[in-house]
DNA sequence: CTTGTCGATGAAATCGCTTGCATAAAACTT
DNA sequence: AAGTTTTATGCAAGCGATTTCATCGACAAG
């Protein structure tokens, strides 16, 4: 054990507790000779900081918060990767929760940040439900700040212009000439970006008078088996869409599996736009058609902005809407002569 | 603020300070009217435990370190939810650092969590020169465990035999008739794993009196990018590979990118085979060839051996090296005649 | 030769919880 | 009824840092 306190070092180097202190955290205050004896002394007795005495009795951290739904999900870990960064490079840590898309956990992983008293909290989204305990814990200090959407302008958020966004795309699809378009929704339920990229589908098709049939509409994760699942059933109908809007890469990679195994053809057949433009997406066959988010900036934003808050002692206030662009590649053709 | 403390709450419920710890934390320990009553004070004053406090006096961690080069790089990533998912099943809290396959950030990394005092350790591979670190850590009583290789028979690991199934997916491309083959490692000078991969790439091509030129070999690390770049180097060559093994699926997905961008086809032309098998693999166009690799299963034993050591106070003791198999699906074909 | 200022250090009080020890009351034993 | 456990609680000493306040020379200013 080299359980050596900052006590015995004191006492190594014949000097006080404070003096020890000082000396390891704040080397200008103490003189030089001095910060060399209690150097030596620390190395010597194999010395490591206790970051949670330290912490507790200066009643700081350098810690953040992180809740996603999953790391599993690239547009989440792109978030996660512009924080770390960071976090790194501010030498703060780093702490994650994933919330799997249920608020319950979602709660579960603040309130547990919140006992640990991390100096800041960054989500990928927040369900509704669980904004109110935001309130409660800004009133303890700890800001917030939430990625992908505006959970109101009593909080602090990154956000992208998700009804735009999914606007243009759908426009794009309808400019090529579809008319029976289908959209793979991420789970509304538990957050309002899907709700956004959801309503400026419903949107648009109604201002070009297109039938918005729901059996064309699925909410669902993120994930490829979710996107190859819900393409199939929606290539099963009597009259089948040409064309599919996914808020997600993932679910449009799904998609793409679905019409390949229905025999036909990306996008000759069937055209796909996803969202996100993650990793992924440029390299896939053919290279997706999608929104490209800025989701390493995003996280970099709300880190940077909370670290600032957390040194200067001064709540933060980010508020921005981002823009996502349309990215036009290869799944997205002309709809076929009827 | 609801700087409440249980000082307070004591006050409120009219007992000790001790007693509201118990009533708190082990409720069994009290008399259940107590309990009530000292609950009820808590909800009033809005109390919020203090987890440093707590675990300082406890010199206990509820926490698990993690380090991994990058959440972006969807092998460690998923090693991260398989590790989530137990710390979020055991409510022990999960942090995060990222070493970018830099051997100065992880030992940085490694020292932080130190001072931290978390309850263990989970690293997806180390360098060689930070090894030892652990064992410094491990007498502070910080147990760790390295994932995807064997860093020595003096430490915990969950590895993968990355020799063997290197080898078999090697044997694989030579049965079907390639005799110009290219490797695609990882950036080797920081993981055994990638050693380990690369010397059964040599081996197996020495055994079968194949030429291991020397140009076909490129060490970078896993993105698209880099195995775009490097497979275009390759093929560039006078007499360019007709198959390529790449260490990492990611790798493999450049590699196929940059074999259409020279105009050939996949599996026709050049033979492709990955490694990891992350998510995207099955799904992609064609279907990628590569070896499995349990990279779940290999973060939820490591984070389940650590918690049961936190929890019993014995140092955990786990060496496993878990089976990776070849699954062949659509990016190998036979070598065409000569 | 005072007096004021500054730099370097120490003493001691926190920070908010846990826990070993002690005590009192309640519940069993014979 | 006396003795023995058991249960419920309180007291107070930590845990390992930080930080306020005080002290003590030294040194420049008046």
Same mark, same amino acid.
């Given at each position: 054990?080299? /359980?050596? &306190? @900052?006590?015995?070092?004191?006492?190594?180097?014949?000097?006080?507790?404070?003096?020890?202190?000082?000396?390891?955290?704040?080397?200008?205050?103490?003189?030089?000779? *001095?910060?060399?004896?209690?150097?030596?002394?620390?190395?010597? #007795?194999?010395?490591?900081?206790?970051?949670?005495?330290?912490?507790?009795?200066?009643?700081?951290?350098?810690?953040?918060?992180?809740? @996603?739904?999953?790391?599993?999900?690239?547009?989440?870990? =792109?978030?996660?990767?512009? @924080?770390? %960064?960071?976090?790194?490079? /501010?030498?703060?840590?780093?702490?994650?929760?994933?919330?799997?898309?249920?608020?319950?956990?979602? !709660?579960?992983?603040?309130?547990?940040?919140?006992?640990?008293?991390?100096?800041?909290?960054?989500?990928?989204?927040? %369900?509704?439900?669980?904004?109110?305990?935001?309130?409660?814990?800004?009133?303890?200090?700890?800001?917030?700040?939430?990625?992908?959407?505006?959970?109101?302008?009593?909080?602090?958020?990154?956000?992208?212009?998700?009804?735009?966004?999914? $606007?243009?795309? #759908?426009?794009?699809? =309808?400019?090529?000439?579809?008319?029976?378009?289908?959209? !793979?929704?991420?789970?509304?339920?538990?957050? /309002?970006?899907?709700?956004?990229?959801?309503?400026?589908?419903?949107?648009?098709?109604?201002?070009?008078?297109?039938?918005?049939?729901?059996?064309?509409? $699925?909410?669902?994760?993120? &994930?490829?088996?979710?996107?190859?699942?819900?393409?199939?059933?929606?290539?099963?109908?009597?009259?089948?869409?040409?064309?599919?809007?996914?808020?997600?890469?993932? !679910?449009?990679?799904?998609?793409?599996?679905?019409?390949?195994?229905?025999? !036909?053809?990306?996008?000759?057949?069937?055209?796909?736009?996803?969202?996100?433009?993650? %990793? =992924?997406?440029?390299?896939?066959?053919?290279?997706? *058609?999608?929104?490209?988010?800025?989701?390493?900036?995003?996280?970099?934003?709300?880190?940077?902005?909370?670290?600032?808050?957390?040194?200067?002692?001064?709540?933060?206030?980010?508020?921005? &809407?981002?823009?996502?662009?349309?990215? @036009?590649?290869? &799944?997205?053709?002309?709809?076929?002569?009827?």
């Amino acid at each position: 054990m080299s /359980r050596a &306190t @900052i006590k015995e070092v004191a006492a190594k180097a014949g000097v006080s507790q404070s003096t020890v202190s000082r000396a390891l955290s704040a080397p200008h205050r103490v003189k030089q000779e *001095t910060v060399l004896k209690v150097r030596e002394a620390a190395k010597a #007795l194999n010395y490591v900081y206790n970051a949670m005495a330290g912490s507790l009795s200066s009643r700081r951290s350098d810690a953040l918060g992180v809740i @996603i739904p999953s790391s599993a999900y690239s547009a989440f870990a =792109i978030n996660l990767m512009g @924080i770390q %960064d960071l976090c790194s490079e /501010r030498s703060f840590s780093c702490r994650i929760a994933a919330s799997q898309f249920q608020p319950g956990k979602e !709660l579960l992983a603040m309130k547990k940040f919140h006992e640990q008293r991390v100096a800041g909290l960054i989500m990928a989204g927040i %369900d509704p439900s669980n904004a109110p305990y935001l309130q409660t814990m800004a009133e303890d200090g700890i800001p917030a700040v939430v990625l992908w959407e505006n959970p109101g302008e009593a909080f602090n958020y990154i956000a992208i212009d998700n009804y735009r966004s999914a $606007r243009d795309a #759908l426009k794009y699809l =309808i400019t090529l000439g579809h008319e029976r378009i289908a959209m !793979l929704s991420g789970p509304y339920a538990c957050a /309002r970006r899907n709700v956004e990229r959801l309503s400026a589908y419903r949107a648009v098709m109604a201002e070009h008078d297109l039938p918005c049939d729901e059996a064309l509409v $699925r909410a669902q994760p993120p &994930t490829f088996l979710h996107g190859k699942e819900g393409m199939r059933a929606c290539l099963r109908l009597s009259s089948p869409p040409t064309a599919v809007f996914c808020a997600d890469d993932h !679910l449009a990679v799904g998609a793409i599996r679905a019409v390949h195994e229905a025999g !036909l053809r990306v996008p000759e057949d069937v055209s796909v736009c996803g969202f996100d433009d993650v %990793d =992924i997406s440029a390299y896939f066959n053919p290279p997706l *058609t999608t929104v490209r988010t800025p989701g390493q900036l995003m996280g970099g934003m709300a880190a940077e902005a909370l670290i600032a808050a957390a040194e200067s002692g001064l709540p933060p206030r980010v508020q921005y &809407t981002l823009d996502a662009e349309l990215v @036009i590649r290869g &799944t997205c053709a002309p709809a076929k002569a009827r």
